[in-house]
């Protein structure tokens, strides 16, 4: 069964720095294409970047510039860095497939507030 399981959230003030980390259960980690996504009180979950297996990236746009996402593939393992955080920025935050998914995990909390 793959599991995954995000960390790194917190609060941090307005323009300041986390790191999320996903560890994926999953075999051939390498070949999956990798998102994170966030969802808001209230709203639904969107997509926030997304990696491919070869490492190519895509942002969406109120966070291009932003945030960077990332993996190591030996780890098993996808990161999205956070700079410049917004208060809009606030949400649970999840790993998932990019155009395949499993169960969702927990997320991670991000609350972004001074």
């Known amino acids: 069964q793959v599991q995954l399981v995000e960390s790194g959230g917190g609060l941090v003030q307005p323009g300041g720095s986390l790191r999320l980390s996903c560890a994926a259960s999953?075999?051939?980690?390498?070949?999956?294409?990798m998102g994170w996504y966030r969802q808001a009180p209230g709203k639904q979950r969107e997509l926030v970047a997304r990696?491919?297996?070869?490492?190519?990236?895509n942002y969406a746009d109120f966070v291009k510039g932003r945030f960077t996402i990332s993996r190591d593939n030996a780890k098993n393992t996808v990161y999205l860095q956070m700079n410049s955080l917004k208060p809009e920025d606030t949400a649970v935050y999840y790993c998932?497939?990019?155009?395949?998914?499993?169960?969702w995990g927990q997320g991670t909390q991000v609350t972004v507030s001074s």
């Open positions: 998932n497939g990019d155009g395949w998914h499993v169960n």
């Open positions: 999953i075999s051939r980690f390498s070949v999956y294409a």
């Open positions: 990696i491919s297996s070869a490492g190519s990236t």
